[in-house]
């Protein structure tokens, strides 16, 4: 198995593009995480689901959890608002790696080192020409997973 045979399509938003959509699709696709694109297309970073809550949290609650307990429904329920006017470069910390990037003929197990090392969920599959990087998919961890526990035998 090649990375170019596990690459399939993922949603994928770019830095200028609303937050509050780019959350949208994460919730209704499920994601861990988004694909974010630079202006040229280019992968640039990964969006964790994480840090998009992260940033529906107001900071004197995240300094001090205890406050959570107090804040009543009608606050909680207008958190997403704090998403409005915002982009999804404006999520992405100051330290926001590059993804990792598997080329088209990556093996599973380079794809697996790979997440393995970054610590990441997903992996860009992308082939490089004079022109620049072109996404040609995305592998995710569970996609990965599924793949090689499906060609291992199973132990007696």
Known sequence: MR?????????SVRVDDDATEAARIMAEHRLPGLLVLDR?????AILPASRVVKALVPPYVIE?????????????????????GRRVGDLLS???APPPIAAPDDTALEVAALMARRRSPLVAVAGRDKAGL???GVITASQLLHRLLGHAEPHE
């Open 94 to 96: 100051d330290e926001a």
């Open 134 to 136: 072109h996404l040609l």
């Open 3 to 11: 990375a170019r045979d596990l690459a399939v399509g993922y949603e």
């Open 40 to 44: 040229e297309g280019e992968p640039k």
């Open 64 to 84: 001090d959890p205890t406050l959570a307990a107090v804040v009543d429904e009608r606050h909680a329920d207008r958190l997403c608002e704090a998403l409005g």
